[in-house]
Nanobody
């Protein structure tokens, strides 16, 4: 499975961005798709995930502001980010794994290259 994230950029605090992740190969409909992020000097952090059945899970920091969705026909996963804060600044990665949702980055098998999100004050 190959993944390619896009949609990052520079936005002011309070603004919005929509990240996209295009996938190819594999049985997309059966995968859990997730977004992680990593700021300089920090560990990779779980943001949100969506299962094969469209069940979702969010990190506490993302709940109420971010929405993850998937389009099985297009083999795409999205992360709509609203009310962005300066502490959302990070490189955002999309990831995939077979089977159920987990929030541990080491349990995801496939990764995209990352897209930079910078939120200015």
């Amino acid at each position: 499975v190959q993944l390619q994230a896009s949609g990052g950029g520079l936005v002011q605090a309070g603004g919005s961005l929509r990240l996209s992740c295009a996938t190819s190969g594999g049985a997309f409909n059966n995968y859990t798709l997730a977004w992680f992020r990593q700021a300089p000097g920090t560990d990779r952090e779980f943001v949100a995930a969506i299962g094969w059945d469209s069940a979702t899970r969010y990190a506490a920091s993302a709940t109420g502001r971010f929405t993850i969705s998937r389009d099985n026909a297009k083999k795409m996963v999205y992360l709509q980010m609203n009310n962005l804060r300066t502490d959302d600044t990070a490189v955002y990665y999309c990831a995939a794994r077979w089977n159920f949702i987990v929030s541990t980055w080491g349990r995801y098998d496939y990764w995209g290259q990352g897209t930079q999100v910078t939120v200015s004050s």
